[in-house]
């Protein structure tokens, strides 16, 4: 009788054990994870080195407009083992997307550079000292310095250029951001018809293949599916558009294209490690 008794509680025991791990397992394949973050491309919002919980719960929102995203890349030479990226979810299914030296606008409404983002700004050699001293005085650092034949490159938040400029006052017109290239896209969405025109099918091309193999064909900038032209397009799951708030040291979609839902983790809630102390436990945006 005792043994009895001994083998039903070891039983559930284990039971009980087996429920714990396979929540656990269930909680961290669908629900919610911790990663470490190993690259610069988020700073100053994400530092490398920071560990963060990513919800991976398949609701809307997730990956939500505007947040801080983790995914896996979605090239095909990456299929052995996919690395991780971090960005900031630019673009939606659907969404219309302009990028300027301004900022983003989406659907026709702008949506400025994140305040922590990085951006490259140029001084002319007459204004580099002045602009050390500023800097120095200010607490501000001047990241990523590259000297060049008539100045200095380096990398500042916006809010830093425009303590600077404060500071610098009539010499501020010498300190000026780096132009970045302009373009605008329609970011693929599942169902809906999508315009083969030249500069779409280039920024679609790689996700077309992945999703129709063998059967799509590219020549003279036009697609042939089965042989035969097509001037619309129907894609079979959606698609997002990210850029890092570092454009500078980062790889996002202006290097791997659309990035397919499947390959979408989820969105970073927040840091719950960070050698900074005072970032810890802090929500991203």
Not at 16 to 45: K, Q
Not at 92 to 98: A, H, Q, S, V
Request: proline letters at 6%; hydrophobic letters at 40%; aromatic letters at 12%.
């Amino acid at each position: 009788m005792a043994g009895r008794k001994w083998g039903a509680s070891v039983a559930r025991a284990l039971l009980a054990c087996a429920i714990i791990v396979g929540g656990v397992w269930v909680i961290r394949l669908y629900g919610f994870a911790s990663f470490r973050i190993s690259t610069g491309a988020m700073e100053e919002a994400l530092r490398k080195g920071d560990r963060v919980i990513v919800s991976k719960l398949p609701l809307a929102g997730n990956p939500g407009r505007n947040r801080a995203v983790l995914f896996y890349s979605p090239l095909e030479r990456d299929s052995l083992r996919r690395p991780l990226f971090v960005s900031r979810c630019v673009g939606m299914p659907g969404d219309t997307i302009r990028v300027s030296n301004e900022g983003y606008r989406v659907n026709g409404q702008d949506f400025p550079f994140s305040p922590q983002s990085l951006r490259t700004y140029f001084a002319a050699k007459s204004l580099e000292e002045p602009l050390a001293e500023a800097a120095r005085r200010l607490g501000i650092p001047l990241r990523d310095i590259r000297k060049e034949a008539y100045g200095t490159s380096f990398e500042l938040t916006p809010f830093e250029a425009y303590q600077l400029a404060d500071e610098l006052g009539e010499r501020s017109g010498q300190l000026v951001p780096r132009r970045i290239e302009e373009y605008t896209l329609i970011v693929p969405r599942k169902g809906r018809a999508y315009p083969l025109t030249p500069s779409n099918l280039l920024a679609c091309r790689e996700i077309i293949r992945q999703e129709q193999g063998a059967k799509a064909e590219f020549r003279d900038g036009k697609l042939f599916l089965e042989g035969k032209e097509t001037f619309f397009y129907f894609f079979d799951q959606d698609y997002y558009w990210v850029l890092s708030d570092n454009m500078n040291e980062s790889v996002d979609s202006r290097h791997l294209g659309f990035i397919p839902a499947r390959r979408m983790v989820g969105n970073i809630l927040f840091r719950w490690y960070s050698e900074d102390k005072s970032l810890r436990f802090k929500p991203i945006h």
